[in-house]
């Protein structure tokens, strides 16, 4: 049986600490009923003397949340840790937290207080907080930059007065991997009464490396993490949960230990806290970031339709997700442009393939990304050119204040040429009359949309057009310099669309095969 790592997290406190990502009551409650649901085994639900609102909020919680530990941060004197105690006290499981720092830098300019003082506040404040509750857990801040002899006497009395968890934090994100894990190794070492407590790890993200030291301080005796979801706290932020978890899940062969977190709640935690907090994860961000399971890459894309394992470390559903996903872009390769044509019920030939996969690169340059919606317009398009029933030829049209709205409209069908002359209620809409007689269609204007794509007096114009029919419907667009041209061009367009969606096939012309519609 492995060991446990237990989980510590401080979303709502560290995390708030986040500048603008303060949280009402609701919103944290919200947070603390998943954290609980995904089985964190604490809970640092806030610092109760800092505000009213966050003495409420970490009240609330310790009446409601059912099984996770809940703890309250309190400094080392007695009204924070009677605060605190006030707080958590309905906890199933209470638990107190104070600190005082440690390093000389902080000793001397933050607290003021020599070396011995801050020994009797530790002696002082541990007692008074072990006498109230019998969940104690005391922190040395900027361990990373305090005196290791010093460290060591502070600890020790820590343990000696009550304290049952110490943690040891890299307050400020400074030591490196190697650094910070041999803090833990000498403390293991050099603390008579280490026995007596759990070791806490408790890692910031200033240099990138939050989550590297917490994996470090684990392999040298930390028991517990402290974390975030999504890596939210003061600055660059904290070690995240996810990347805790699943490093421990991924690695189990070089690290015999587990958690008892339930992953599969990854997603919705974190989506939880980036939608209250305002604070949107990063597409890369390891785990919980909308590309950690994407993938452009054509030789990516290849190996993970012949097996997932070859470019994915963990599944998506290991942490709340469907499925992988491979985004169509300028890096995708042929083999997953066939796989996505298919999910769209297209099944090209060869030929047509290679010709759409042409069409689908020079327009995979234009753009970041490529949507389903683009893909269809590119085989509707390739099908609408080989069944272009009815082309437009040209227009005349009489229009004015004065003048009568009149449309001549040249188009031909098939091979033949037709014209017709109609009225409107305006040139557009004569133009359309028109073109709805030669064609004997009468199909339903839905969207009429004029843009224009070049700048100056002689822009040219972009006319969008759908139309709707029996349930199908068709868009398309027309360019030109003269509106009421495109307006034509445009409608032609989406009625040889909508013709093509109603047959719902085409035939082939390049290598005589069939494309079955949408």
């Keep these: ?91 199933k499981s209470p638990r107190i937290h104070t600190f005082i720092a440690t390093s000389p830098l902080h000793m001397k300019y933050k607290l003021k207080k020599t070396e011995q003082e801050v020994l009797e506040a530790i002696k002082k404040t541990v007692t008074y907080a072990r006498n109230l509750c019998p969940n104690i857990e005391w922190s040395c801040e900027d361990a990373g930059r305090s005196n290791l002899d010093y460290l060591y006497q502070c600890i020790e009395l820590a343990i000696d007065c009550g304290a049952t968890t110490i943690n040891i934090p890299d307050t400020v994100g400074y030591t490196l991997p190697d650094e910070f894990g041999k803090i833990f190794k000498k403390v293991k070492n050099n603390v008579a009464n280490i026995d007596k407590a759990i070791l806490s790890a408790h890692t910031h993200n200033d240099l990138g490396l939050a989550t590297a030291n917490n994996v470090a301080a684990i392999k040298e005796g930390a028991r517990q993490v402290e974390c975030t979801i999504n890596g939210m706290g003061e600055r660059a932020g904290n070690s995240s949960l996810e990347e805790i978890v699943m490093t421990l899940k991924v690695k189990k062969d070089l690290m015999p230990f587990h958690t008892d977190i339930k992953s599969n709640f990854i997603i919705k935690a974190s989506r939880l806290v980036s939608s209250i907090t305002g604070f949107p994860v990063q597409p890369n961000k390891a785990i919980v970031g909308a590309n950690a399971f994407a993938h452009e890459a054509g030789i990516h894309q290849d190996g993970m339709l012949k097996h997932s394992g070859t470019y994915e470390i963990m599944t998506p559903e290991s942490v709340g997700l469907n499925k992988s996903s491979l985004v169509l872009g300028k890096h995708s390769g042929k083999h997953a442009f066939s796989e996505k044509l298919k999910e769209l019920g297209y099944e090209p030939g060869n030929n047509a393939l290679m010709e759409l996969f042409g069409r689908f690169k020079d327009l995979a340059d234009k753009k970041k990304e490529i949507f ?31 003048e009568k709205h009149e449309a001549r409209l040249s188009i031909q069908i098939e091979n033949e040429e037709k014209m017709k002359q109609c009225n409107g209620n305006g040139p557009v809409d004569a133009t359309f009359n028109a073109i709805k007689e030669i064609t004997s269609t009468n199909y339903s204007l839905k969207l009429y949309q004029v843009n224009a794509i070049t700048a100056g007096t002689d822009a040219q114009g972009e006319v969008t057009v759908r139309l709707e029919d029996d349930g199908f419907s068709a868009q398309a667009k027309g360019s030109d310099p003269d509106i009421i041209v495109a307006s034509a061009k445009a409608y032609i367009n989406a009625l040889n669309r909508l013709i093509f969606k109603k047959t719902k096939k085409f035939t082939d012309k390049s290598d005589d095969l069939k494309i079955e519609g949408v």
């Design 372 to 402: 389903e919606e683009d893909l269809i317009a590119l085989v509707e398009d390739r099908a609408a050119s080989y069944n272009e029933h009815i082309k437009f030829v040209s227009l005349e049209v009489n229009a004015g204040s004065l």
């Design 1 to 91: 049986m492995t060991e446990k790592i237990y989980i510590f997290d401080t979303t709502l406190r560290d995390g708030e600490q986040s500048p603008g990502a303060s949280m009402n009551l609701e919103e944290k409650l919200q947070i603390a009923e998943v954290l609980d649901e995904m089985k964190v085994d604490i809970i640092e639900a806030g610092f109760p003397i800092a505000s009213n609102g966050d003495f409420e909020a970490v009240r609330e919680i310790s009446k409601k949340i059912k099984n996770s530990t809940i703890a309250g941060l309190a400094r080392a004197n007695l009204k924070d840790i009677e605060r605190s105690w006030e707080a958590v006290q309905y906890a």
